[in-house]
């Protein structure tokens, strides 16, 4: 655009318009400095969010992977001094460590389930509000009130209901007559991890699948139905398919944060009993600050974020221009 | 569409959710109520026949359970109260400002390209626990382990992607034209953004604003690991009340829980229509 | 041999409110159209003729009234039952299927064997000239394949009814005609009896046999398109129809010895006997198409006007005259046409004359019958 007034304008010269005339269209340097003045502003807006990132994420993260070729711990001088050690720490995470390992094939379990309990049931609400009833706006608030809930208070408040003298064993003894020690066994301990997320996110997928359905567009649903298709196959073949998007956002999201999930296993059973109920964040957390192989735990955490990015990137492929936005 | 009533399985179905969603929440706020004499009596009592303040006093004056027999409780939980209002509060500011002016350069002035949200994510997947790890060593260094300075620029960091994207889906919605014609009007490009644009998403800011602050005021790992002696926020506290020598203080705990949780489901109900929104860093729109 | 056959689709009386009948959307409907015939329901945007599709396809139930096909009342048949297709004006094409999943879906879902499916979808794909694109995804297509789409996904399932929603409104001008040629083609070629929901008076012209003018939730007169055109039943359907729209003269009927006359200045037409009992003089209108005046030089005519403006139009021309204060559109060949300013004498073709009373503003030719 600038280039075009300038040669315009040049073409005026040439042709031999009035000085008078050429005031008024902007001279070439002026467009160029008008434009450079808009690059400027442009990055000063950028500025203050990039310096941040640099220094509170990028930096870290450099030196998080410069650790990861070391085998340095605190216990061992400066950092400075540690000696490359190339890819020793990948190579000991993804042969050797049964518990690295481990804690990756879990934390994957454990999306797969919470994600599918959390869709399914997220989803089945979302549809029955599509319907008309009495105290609906009241009901889809508090139906939204566990995710505005810290995630250590959920932790603590779960762990207070699964006392083995706490209400839900109350109730399991009216019911079945006996009562498990929940937070004693590997599988119980399990569902309890699961029951707390599950009650913690699963409105935020009745949220997002309300927000989805209710913009899709009417007359596709209704061209279905007028073809012939009952409630049960509009549902399936029209009303599904086209939620898709918000379906895998919601989803790539939720991976993300089970990925990260911390604060309520560490508050619940801290990996236990023994390491069954352990996950990755909570693994790199034991490494680090338990037993300060902060190198080990460096290097761990990177191929958790490769795993993700490549998880991430793959899922999202088929929506990324709705989470753009629309192009320019 | 046509709407449709309920039947009543659906009803049931809806009934059961809400009791499901509530119960929890019934559960902590009924302990918080509590005598110690109730808190982990067996059978469990579900409704305390003598409800009483004295959790929530001991919070502020530790020595006020002593009348109950239950002792250990040596720190007041005012220090943690005041180190998340003032963490959440300057971090939430800080970064919703920086968010504010990131968004209106993503919205207006950088061609989006198919990686930046990628890029931008990226630094909401690294595990936490493994960006502790270079932060206590870097802030050894530099001093600003145990600081508030050193846990807000933290949650800055972390919460300005974000404010970043939840703004700039804002900032999309509002046409060019208002702000170019404040320009031809003679305003500077800053001026013209913050007298036309600032005010036109002001919906959207304090949505922002609320949504950052839930995420601040909830943190609990980043808190965990660079705080010592000389900083508290409410979610560490919490933890200490478990490795008290008395064992859990359940009410006490309780107390505290429902403390921090009641203004985040506050701020929760008055954003509830951009929540989706925010969790999916604008992606799901209204 | 058709009046033998029951109409195809008969509304009777039909009525629809919404908000407990605080706003009336179709207000005693009652209209009939015949197999193979092609009904375009015309009127401004609010009338109720989206609405009318809608009851008539079954999305909307009508708050009184009666919809029969073949005869038979389909209101207890749920939509998707009634052997009735509706093609909405945005399509509602399934952006998330391939053109041939689209076209094949009325018949999946109803359970067609699968030989079946692919035989039908593959006529009608060549029918509609989408066979190239059978294996495309909807959401790459352009606005007139997803209008081919649209319609191709309705006619497989081999509708009794075809209901079209301003099927051209969205297309881009050249578009418009192709698809216009298209439309008609396949009215002959299946004999399908359509009705078509448009505001585009030329539309309904160029493809309806008989034409619906709805205005504020009212019928305005359901007839063949001629008639609707040079007799409309009601001055909203002159004013709405053609452009220029038809001429309304304010005059008088004068009634001697059961000779009616219209008078309006130096305007004295004949008008039709019947105009009933009644007052020997009365206020009333004439309608006139722009085409259905002459211009003449001053001394032969009974009228004269004074010609105020003139577009032209390449091979005719508008033209604006004064005729003591009233305004009337004519028509006249471009090149032999008068000049602002001059007067000219008015001849009017007296078969192609309307007459209509001046309270119910209704034709009095419906208002006798």
Known sequence: MPQEIAISDLKGTRLGVPAADRTSAPSPTGAQRAARKRARFARGLAAPGMVI????????????LAMSFTTWSPTRGSLLDAGFEGLFNYEELLVYDTRFVEAVARTLTLSVICLSLELAIGLGLAVIFLREFKGKSVLFSTLLTPMMVMPVVVGYTFWMLFQSNGPINQISMILFGTAPEWFRSAFFAWIVVIVTEVWHWTPLFFLIMLSGLNSLPENPIRAAVILGASPRQVFWRVVLPMLKPVIIVALVIRAMEIVKLFDEVFILTRGGPSTSTETISLYIYKLAFQDFQLAYGAAAAFLVLIGTLLMVHFLLAPVRDQLLGEPR | MNTRPLTPLLALILLVALVVTLFPIFWIVMTALKPPTDWNAAPAIWIPSEPTLINFLTLFDPEAIGAFGVGGISESATAAVFGSILTSTCATLISVGIGFFAAIGLSRYTRVN????????????????????????????????DTYVG????????????????????????????????????????????????????????????????????????????????????????????????????????????????????????????????????AVKR | MTHTDPPKLELVALRKEYDGGEVVAVENLSLSVQPGETLAILGPSGCGKSTTLNMIVGIETPTSGDILIDGVSVLDQPAGRRSVGLVFQDYAVFTHMTVAQNLAFGLKVRGVAKPEIARAVGETAHMLGLTGQLGLRASRLGGSELQRVAIGRTLVTKPALLLLDEPLSNLETEMRAAMRRELRRLQQEIGLTIIYVTHDQIEALSLAQQIAVMSHGKLRQCAPTDVVYEQPAHTFVAGFIGAPPMNILHGAFETRAGASTFVAGSVRIDAPGGLGPGPSHRRGLMGVRPDAITLATPAEGAATATVRRIEPLGAEAVLTLDMNGQHLAATAPARNCPSEGDHVALMFDHDRVAFFDADSLRNLKELSA
């Open chain 1, 53 to 64: 990132s640099v220094f509170v994420l990028v930096v870290p993260l450099l030196v998080a």
């Open chain 2, 114 to 145: 198919r990686f930046t949200p990628l890029f931008i994510l990226s630094g909401r997947m690294f595990p936490p626990a493994a960006i502790a790890v270079p932060f206590v060593i870097i802030f050894s260094a530099i001093q600003l382990i």
């Open chain 2, 151 to 282: 846990l807000i620029a933290i949650y800055v960091a972390i919460t300005l992607p974000f404010a970043t994207w939840m703004l700039k889906s804002f900032v999309d919605e509002v046409p060019r034209e208002v702000e170019e014609a404040a320009m031809i009007d003679g305003q500077s490009r800053l001026m013209a953004h913050l007298t036309v644009t600032a005010p036109l998403i002001k919906g959207g800011l304090f949505a922002t604003t609320l949504f950052i602050f839930i995420l601040n005021w909830s943190e609990f790992l980043f808190a965990l690991v660079l705080s010592y002696s000389n900083i508290e926020t409410i979610p560490i506290r919490l933890a200490k009340y478990v490795t008290a020598t008395a064992g859990t203080l359940f009410g006490v705990q309780a107390a505290l829980a429902v403390l921090a949780m009641a203004p985040l489901i506050v701020a929760g109900f008055l954003i509830q229509k951009h929540l989706a929104r925010g969790m999916t860093f604008g």
